[in-house]
């Protein structure tokens, strides 16, 4: 069992992954599900010991945390923890023998089991206060375990977000004070190595190690659903979505600029772009 509180710091960016964030991941699941081309690479990199009892960081959909009870066999097994708790009921819904799954602040969380391995596929990118995250990650690991976690590398080398990003940000005007919800500190908080390196070294972690992976992301089976997808989920979309009715109202026109921009991504297989995170891996 975990400590299930959420901190104040948290409380925006849980609404914002269990309101409109969820709701536009479930209607573009079928195109996300290839961001776990990122994970699969980190397991087959740094694989869970067989019999592995496992922890999984922003788990969401719960399908990494399936893998990871895959790898870890019969004998492991895998609590998948998720700031928000309609993605941890999606993730139930599918959960399989040696899988459990709980809404957890892993900022605020004490875990009163320990782990041999902690995993997460984009999950700790929105931490307010990543160290002290990360220092509970370390507090659960027995000694010698291992941490995997993949992040965004830096905007430039991911135009599969950043070139909708440069389009849209210019034009769209944030508000200081927005009825919506902040998801957090962003998808490139960890884009930095040496950022990061000492953000796991002042949580306690040892043996700092990153690896970089680069793939290709589809992004639409054609360029309309390219568009509507990157309008709904990313930067660009993020700052569509802090800019309330005004943001709505530019959509038509920002649609349009996006299309000769993602047209250069189309390809006979769909609009497909680069994509590049670090695996980063530390001991405990």
Known sequence: ??????????????????????????QFRHLIVALAQHGETAMRAFPPPAGARILDIGCGFGDSSLQLAHLAGPEGSVLGVDISPRFVEAARADAVGG????????QAATFDQTFDYAFSRFGTMFFANPVAALRNIHGALAPGGRLVMVVWRKREDNPWMYVAEQVVKPLVEIPEETDEARCGPGPFSMANADTVSMQLQLAGFRDVSFLRSDLPIVLGRDLDEAIEFNLALGPAAEAVRLAGEEGDAMRPRLAELLRPALAQFETE????????????????
């Open 1 to 26: 069992m975990t400590e299930t509180s959420v901190l104040p710091e948290n409380e925006e960016a849980q609404r914002a992954w269990d309101g409109v964030l969820f709701d536009r991941f479930l």
């Open 269 to 284: 297989g769909g609009v497909v772009a680069g994509s590049s995170v670090w695996v980063v891996t530390a001991s405990a």
């Open 99 to 106: 899988t459990c799954f709980e809404a957890v602040d892993v």
